[in-house]
């Protein structure tokens, strides 16, 4: 349960800690219930701002992939509680939809993104 | 006759502290590296000896007690630091690498924990060195003993805290950051026994304080008080040493710094804290007249710094079995 924050990447660091995070949820290092530190604690050990973890947390939790309960911490949400299956599909969509201009922009024909998107479905 | 007296001290103290610089460089010689660690025995009690005996003498009327103890205090202070910095540069602290040999097996974790063993040990020894003497030239009347014990007391501590007060620079290259994803809690890092001492000590301290205040005593109410302020600053730094930084680290550092950050928080944060904090509350219970809790309190407070002594963990080095490593796991 390793957070690697690299400065060189274009990403934002709170993008990158959002996509780590919503990573080891989903393939269930994380699993739900699991207390995350505290955005102090977090923003010390990676030598960030406080405000950039918060940042990252608010994400996650705007995503319902981690709940704040207060002064308790904060939790990792069941997978149940992701949301609902309409929002899902809206979100699945334009995730493919990005995807898929990516794929075209790198010239990739239909098979080579849907092996490409196999072999990352299996690195998961 | 003050000044001669200080004279006679500052000469002494200097020919120890030249002696102990000479055997201290010699570090690589097995002989000699065996020695200082004696040397430095007799260079805290021979000085510790003249400068009481200066101490108590500057109350006679052929003297001027100020001078006399301004002169003994600078020449101490001056040649503690000296010594105690030489021996810091130059590394030299045969214990330290005992113990880290004993509380781990790994190198890496055995150099991260000698190297705190070393600041800690060393600012112990000079804190509580030139408390004690502090204390010693404080000494107006020779019954008033509590003054170098309290001052040797609050040396250690301070000596012992601010060994704390470092953390990991920040990374300035442009490597990845690393952090684990596991917070770290109060309770994982503290001894139960000691955290409700702790609060113990709190308690008694803010109700000493309370009833001091209300009797008009006003050098109870000062003493009280600065028992409750050794409670805030030992939960203080118990939190500052939990909450520090910490970079993702390889399976047997992790171990060594959690294993370091436990003995911190008890060995060098909570324990001299409650000597201090216990030495304080027996001045305070004495000012109030309730002598057999004063009595019950130093008798406390000298079992807390003698179990404490040397971190507790320099305790039979000589011996086939492993007892820094039980005296740990405890």
Not at chain 1, 75 to 80: E, G, I, K, Q, S
Not at chain 2, 84 to 91: D, E, F, I, R
Not at chain 2, 272 to 287: I, K, S, T, V, Y
Not at chain 2, 295 to 305: G, H, N, Q
Request: glycine fraction near 8%; hydrophobic fraction near 50%; include cysteine.
């Amino acid at each position: 349960m390793m957070l690697r924050i690299d400065s060189t990447q274009p990403l934002p660091v709170y993008e990158q800690i959002r996509q780590q995070v919503t990573r080891m949820v989903v393939t269930g290092t994380l699993p739900p219930g699991t207390r995350l530190p505290t955005i102090r604690q977090l923003a010390a050990d990676l030598c960030l701002a406080k405000g950039t973890v918060a940042q990252a947390y608010e994400l996650l939790e705007a995503a319902r992939v981690v709940e704040s309960r207060g002064h308790k911490g904060t939790f990792v949400l069941p997978r149940d509680d992701v949301g609902d299956p309409a929002q899902a599909l809206e979100g699945l969509r334009r995730a493919a939809e990005a995807y898929a201009v990516a794929a075209r922009q790198y010239g990739a024909d239909l098979d080579a993104t849907h092996s490409a998107l196999d072999w990352a479905w299996q690195q998961l | 006759m003050g000044a001669a007296i200080g004279s006679v001290v500052a000469m002494v103290w200097l020919g120890c502290v030249l002696a102990g610089l000479y055997v201290t460089t010699r570090r690589g010689d097995r002989r000699a590296s065996r020695s200082p660690a004696s040397v430095r025995g007799y260079l805290l009690v021979l000085p510790l000896i003249v400068v009481a005996g200066v101490g108590l003498f500057a109350v006679g009327p052929l003297s001027r007690p100020v001078q006399v103890g301004a002169i003994t205090f600078a020449v101490a202070a001056v040649g503690s630091a000296l010594f105690a910095l030489t021996t810091y540069l130059v590394g030299y602290d045969p214990e330290a690498d005992q113990i880290a040999g004993r509380l781990s097996s790994d190198p890496a974790a055995r150099l991260l924990l000698s190297r705190w063993l070393l600041r800690c040990r060393w600012r112990r020894w000079l804190g509580g060195m030139l408390g004690f003497v502090f204390g010693v030239c404080l000494l107006d009347n020779a019954l008033h003993l509590s003054r170098p014990v309290i001052c040797g007391l609050a040396g250690l501590a301070a000596g012992s805290w601010s060994a704390e007060l470092h953390h990991l620079a920040r990374v300035r290259d442009r490597l990845p950051r690393t952090a684990e994803l596991v917070p770290r809690r109060m309770a994982a890092y503290t001894v139960r026994s000691e955290q409700t001492a702790v609060m113990l000590l709190g308690a008694a301290a803010a109700a000493l304080t309370a009833t001091s205040a209300f009797l008009h005593r006003p050098a109870g109410t000062w003493w009280a008080g600065g028992a409750l302020a050794s409670t805030v600053l030992i939960i203080a730094f118990q939190y500052r040493i939990v909450s520090r930084r910490r970079p993702g680290l390889p399976p047997e550092l992790h171990q060594a710094d959690d294993l370091l950050r436990r003995l911190a928080t008890s060995r060098a944060v909570a324990r001299p804290g409650l000597a201090l904090g216990l030495a304080l509350l027996a001045q305070a219970a004495g000012a109030l007249h309730a002598h057999p809790v004063s009595l019950a309190c130093w008798l406390a407070a000298v079992a807390v710094f003698w179990h404490n002594r040397r971190l507790g963990l320099g305790l039979g080095l000589g011996q086939a079995d492993n007892p820094a490593r039980a005296a740990v796991a405890s």
